[in-house]
């Protein structure tokens, strides 16, 4: 919104011109989103719901009475420091409205006396990964979809159903492993932060500078730095929560939270055309929380065993078994995070 309405105030006041600069926008969205988040987020803290505890979680009695779905303030509020900042389009405004969307389902749930439970939130999860699939397969794509891939530099056309296919399971695995990484404060905030950094960092000055994907053999996107923007904007709003989230917490994201960021990470990976990047932005994400879906998911639906002397999500496997405690789990799993970004970002940038 700024951007436009400096367009027309320039030609009044010469340094309205700043608020047309990306890097500019990007600057002041961190900022507001982090300053916003500090100063109210603690205001909303009595209308939250209370933590009751997780199921199967380690030492979930200490998250007891806390003020959890704190994800319904944060989300809503990266809402509209996006389409202030940003100059939007149409496809921007229906991914913020859907990431709002899956934030609220999150939210009832955490508000819910009664879990609403594990299938029914599945369900909602795959519907919302579908249509926004389809939505960005029509609006973003205009049905013509082409993949750029690790170890080549040729672009590999995709049919719209793969697409939708690949793009769905990005999405709900994205949203789902984000939701079991929370359960150590600050670790799934942490994490997700690292994540928008680098695919902030992509947008900019990677995919959305011409020279750069020009040099390494990728596609251009012509929208990058929009996307930038509203990704540095979640970021800045992040580091609000975590300000607050920082062990130990004074209040939890909730499904609200989790699910919502989950849903963001996997929609930039869509956009940037290569659904692998999930590897860059959420390994640990991915090895926290997916390892543990997949060895539930085949004991409970093929009767196979494995890995059952690691308890999950791993995270509550280091602290029980390896006794470390919340602040060693989230310091090594960043550490290892930034390892994984560095690493796979050599990899699918240079060996080409």
Not at 111 to 127: C, M, P
Not at 193 to 213: K, M, P, T
Not at 270 to 297: E, Q, R
């Amino acid at each position: 919104m700024l951007y436009y309405i400096a367009s027309t105030l320039v030609q009044f006041f010469g340094p309205f011109r700043l608020l047309q600069s990306y890097t500019v926008l990007i600057t002041i969205a961190l900022f507001a989103g982090f300053f916003l988040t500090v100063r109210l987020l603690p205001k909303t803290y009595r209308f939250l719901p209370k933590d009751r505890g997780r199921e199967f979680t380690l030492n979930a009695e200490a998250a007891v009475g806390k003020p959890t779905g704190a994800g319904v303030v944060f989300i809503s509020m990266f809402v509209i420091v996006a389409l202030l900042f940003t100059p939007v389009n149409l496809t921007h405004i229906a991914i913020l409205a859907l990431t709002w969307i899956t934030m609220l389902t999150g939210f009832l749930d955490d508000r819910s006396v009664v879990s609403w439970g594990e299938y029914l939130k599945g369900a909602l999860d795959l519907a919302i990964s579908v249509g926004a699939s389809l939505l960005l397969l029509h609006f973003y794509f205009h049905w013509n979809v082409a993949y750029w891939l690790p170890f080549t530099s040729v672009a590999v056309a995709v049919h719209p159903a793969v697409f939708v296919a690949v793009s769905s399971i990005v999405l709900w695995v994205s949203v789902n492993t984000t939701n079991c990484t929370d359960g150590v404060d600050g670790l799934s905030g942490t994490l997700v932060l690292l994540a928008l950094f680098s695919l902030g960092i992509l947008f900019y000055f990677v995919l959305g500078n011409s020279r750069v994907s020009q040099y390494l053999l990728v596609p251009h996107m012509a929208d990058g730095a929009q996307w930038a923007v509203i990704t540095f904007a979640l970021s800045g709003i992040l580091m609000g929560y975590l300000w607050h989230n920082a062990y130990p917490s004074k209040v939890l994201m909730g499904d609200a939270g989790s699910r919502a960021l989950g849903f963001f990470i996997g929609v930039c990976v869509i956009v940037s055309g290569n659904p692998f990047l999930l590897l860059m932005t959420s390994g640990m994400i991915l090895v926290n929380g997916g390892t543990g879906l997949l060895k539930v998911a085949l004991l409970r639906f093929f009767n196979i065993k494995i890995l059952h002397s690691i308890r999950f999500p791993l995270h509550d496997h280091m602290r029980k078994n390896r006794s470390w405690s919340p602040t060693q789990v989230l310091i090594k799993f960043m550490i290892m995070q930034i390892l994984i970004t560095l690493a796979v970002f050599g990899v699918f940038f240079k060996i080409r």
